[in-house]
């Protein structure tokens, strides 16, 4: 007997275990805002209540910002950059440096490599 037809295709079985991923995950921009905060206010040896007093923002929110646990605003983004003598623009522009260090070793490249295509083009 022929079957008329065809058995239906198995899923290919994957090659990571459940749970593991091959993909590396970029980092949160909310821990990457709150580690260059935290640098910077380390970097010029100030303290958490120092920085929150300059910014008008309690010091637990703030502390919750640099560990990354929070999503400021813009606003509040901004009174924590000028405590610390930074503009907002500085500040995303130290985070977005941070970014691009981290994750220079797994990038794809810009343009994808030639490849020649060998289809057929059908003109109308």
Known sequence: MIPLRP???RPAPPESGPG???EIKEPLWRDLIGEVL???R???DRTLKDVADAARISLPYLSEIERGRKEASSEVLAAAAQALGLGLGDLL???HGELTRRTAAYRR???APYRSYDGLCLAA
């Open 20 to 22: 593991e991923s091959k």
């Open 42 to 44: 380390r970097a010029q």
């Open 93 to 95: 522009s130290l985070a």
């Open 109 to 111: 490249p810009a343009t």
């Open 7 to 9: 058995a239906p295709a």
């Open 38 to 40: 935290r640098h910077e």
